[in-house]
């Protein structure tokens, strides 16, 4: 007689939000173990790369990375190596050298320092250097980062990451909303950011992530004008790995259609909403484009 299959759901706080793991396919016991290890590397995550506290890779970074190279963990040199590479992509449309606008808006701890669009998110001019054995270094003084756009997507993979090294058969991870699973179609639900009582549409998640951007109080920032988005609400993106969906949500609030490139390059698809409250799909996104009323 073959063991019963186990399953569970569980949920924490991190990253700035819940988090919340399920598994499913082995013993009960296996699942639980599976379900411990992957919460562990999501809090793993939160200790290197959180802008808030100052032991972190990124708080030694921030502080000293501008005088020296700094080594790193190897997950947050991944992490860097993967948000240059969508800087270079962009066009600096993404870019994770905007703490100090966030700072100078509150929305980050910490004094501003007078950061200039114009003279420092240009593509030719970058600011950060991942340079070998997971050494990190700024090329001037005042830069600084902040890894919020990137880093929960990819807590979310390591996490995933996990629970199919346990041997489950089926998993989700969903990080406020930033998720990947493996396994059955799991239906997600996506918000109308005017209303967010309100859904605007639903889509299976089947052995991809799905990550989203604006709506309520989210703040995006066009890097090339250093002030919040004002052109589009809201941005959902679909994508082989969380990672590229969480980065790729804030060059779809960009950028818009304009972002249709960069998605084509990493095999993602976008759905947004401008403020008009007109509904676009990127190529490849099931259904059509509509007018939401």
């Not at 800087?87 to 905007?98: H, K, L, P």
Request: with cysteine.
């Amino acid at each position: 007689m073959r063991p019963a299959s186990g399953k569970a759901r569980r949920a924490r706080p991190l990253l700035g939000t819940f988090v919340e793991i399920a598994a499913g396919g082995g013993p009960q016991a296996a699942v639980d173990a599976a379900i411990d290890e992957a919460f562990q590397a999501v809090a793993d995550v939160h200790r290197l790369m959180s802008f808030h506290e100052a032991a972190s890779d990124l708080g030694r970074l921030n502080r000293e990375a501008s005088t020296r190279p700094v080594t790193v963990h190897p997950w947050t040199h991944a992490v860097l190596r993967t948000a240059l590479e969508l800087r270079e992509a962009s066009g600096g449309v993404f870019d994770i050298t905007v703490a100090p606008v966030l700072q100078g808006m509150g929305l980050l701890p910490g004094p501003a320092n007078g950061f200039h669009a114009a003279s420092s998110n240009t593509e030719r001019d970058v600011t950060v250097d991942a340079l070998s054995f997971h050494r990190v270094r700024f090329r001037r003084p005042g830069v600084r980062i902040d890894l919020g756009g990137i880093a929960k997507g990819f807590a979310v993979d390591r996490a995933l990451e996990i629970l199919r090294r346990h041997g489950m058969t089926r998993g989700l991870v969903n990080a406020g909303g930033d998720l990947a699973a493996f396994g059955p179609s799991a239906e997600m639900s996506i918000r109308d950011p005017r209303h967010p009582a309100a859904i605007l549409c639903r889509v299976a998640v089947r052995d991809e992530a799905l990550a989203s951007s604006g709506g309520g109080a989210a703040v995006v920032i066009d890097p090339r004008m250093a002030e919040p988005v004002g052109a589009i609400l809201a941005a959902t993106v679909r994508a082989p790995a969380c990672i590229l969906a969480d980065a790729l949500t804030k060059i779809v609030m960009v950028a818009g259609e304009g972002a249709g490139a960069v998605l084509a390059r990493y095999g993602a698809r976008a759905l947004f909403m401008s403020a008009r409250g007109e509904v676009h799909v990127t190529r490849g996104w099931p259904g059509m484009a509509r007018h939401a009323s």
